[in-house]
């Protein structure tokens, strides 16, 4: 079996972006999330809507053809790429743009009335340091009193628990099998590595991918505690059904703060 190693994240998102969409079950997760992205919009009277680390722009899209205005950022060119053809095959307009979560004052955006940071993003913010930063970075880009929405696993949770394995993915991409294997390699001080392995059979064999993400174990409180004189939390969940968060027992931690 060919085995191919990405060094740096750049290649691997280049490739990731092929072969992203196939294995996220979207049909799925947007009936379960947007949803409940619109209740918590709709109670702030939010229109103007920055998603930030976009990904593939299929938040984005399902956002703006309900009515609001949306713009995309992401750090990766390919990922971006994909949105861009996303919108056009949906028929909206969404401005895409390529930068660093933490560097978002460059773009010189029009305040927002609410911002996202979805699917698990955040814990890819391995110091304090670099969470504060992202987190004034959000601050600077949000009208006073607009929304921050932001979900990643819990970690809490995993960490605890030593929660290692994801569930096996398989698909169909250009009539060849493919199988995504995730799961995380436990480290110190709250430090995690996120092996993703992507193995490809095609009519001459199998081949693997593979690529770490280091990772931080960040905690509803660690979130709480960084955010402070940003953003007063408003509300914890634990899945997008609406559910309160319960350290133990939640999947997911989705923060919810206002801007100060």
Known sequence: ME???FPSPVPAFEFFAETYDAFMG??????REVPFLVRCLEEIGARRVLDVACGTGRHAVALAQRGYEVEGVDASPQMLERARCHAAEAGVSIPFHCQDLR???DLNLAPADALLCLG??????????????????????????????????????IWSLKERWFPLRAALIQGEEWL?????????RRRLLFQVVWLHRSPEGWRLY????????WFAEDLEREAQGLFCLQALYGRF???TYEPWASPDLIWVGRAM
């Open 3 to 5: 085995r191919v190693s």
């Open 26 to 31: 979207w049909e799925g997760r947007l009936a």
């Open 103 to 105: 560097s978002l004052p």
């Open 120 to 157: 698990n993003t955040i814990p890819q913010l391995t110091t304090r340091a670099d969470l504060r930063r992202a987190l004034r970075s959000f601050r600077s880009t949000l009208q006073p009193g607009g929304l921050l929405i932001l979900h990643q696993r819990n970690f809490y949770r």
């Open 180 to 188: 995504l294997l995730r799961f995380y390699e436990f480290q110190r």
């Open 210 to 217: 593979e690529h770490g993400v280091p990772m931080r174990a």
């Open 241 to 243: 059904e609406g559910e």
